[in-house]
């Protein structure tokens, strides 16, 4: 593996160990020596059978790249609400960031586009990402919606979850092609 890739993938264990804390307190402190080394090891992984399937080296840095701008999403929201409480704005301006984040990780570092343009303006190239992954939120809406409409044996808020989670995966699938073929297609 290159070293940039384990870096990021440290750092990337890290950012998401840092929810954890959120989320367990102090108990979340081992999920800081925990998710770096499985960042890199499912990194390794997908570099590994990428060998065989291209795609999925890339599969591997696209998720750290999301989980990472998600972090971000999360940590920039609770920093704006935390200084003037509750305002939808501020889960835009939140969600902006991370997609801007999101756009320079894929570009430069899962899909291996550089920084300069792949023969498309660079705002095109831009507009493009930001479309789909606009579609993909809109995947990820309706996804949540008829997941939550399933019944299941388990509690609703258990089953919230789970349906964000759900939708979160099948909008990822959206995501990953859209990006791979429509934004930084080679």
Do not use: R
């Not at 870096?7 to 800081?32: P, Q």
């Not at 059978?49 to 990472?68: D, E, V």
């Not at 305002?87 to 570009?107: P, Q």
């Amino acid at each position: 593996m290159k070293k940039n890739d384990i870096i990021f993938a440290i750092i990337c264990g890290l950012a998401v160990s840092w929810l954890t804390v959120d989320f367990f307190g102090t108990y979340g402190l081992i999920f800081i020596i925990i998710f770096p080394l499985l960042s890199v090891l499912g990194l390794w992984i997908t570099e590994v059978i990428g060998k065989k399937i291209p795609f999925i080296h890339q599969a591997g840095k696209f998720g750290l790249a999301g989980a990472f701008a998600d972090v971000i999403d999360i940590k920039v929201f609770q920093l704006l609400f935390w200084l003037v409480p509750f305002s939808l704005l501020f889960k835009a301006v939140s969600f902006l960031i991370a997609t801007f984040a999101k756009y320079w990780l894929n570009k430069t570092w899962a899909f291996h586009n550089g920084f300069l343009p792949n023969g498309k303006k660079p705002y095109t190239e831009a507009a493009i990402f930001f479309l789909v992954t606009l579609v993909g939120l809109g995947i990820n809406v309706v996804s949540f919606y008829y997941f939550g409409k399933i019944k299941v044996g388990l509690p609703v808020n258990t089953w919230t979850e789970l349906s964000i989670i759900l939708a979160a995966l099948v909008s990822a699938i959206w995501n990953f092609a859209g990006y791979k073929f429509l934004v930084f297609k080679k």
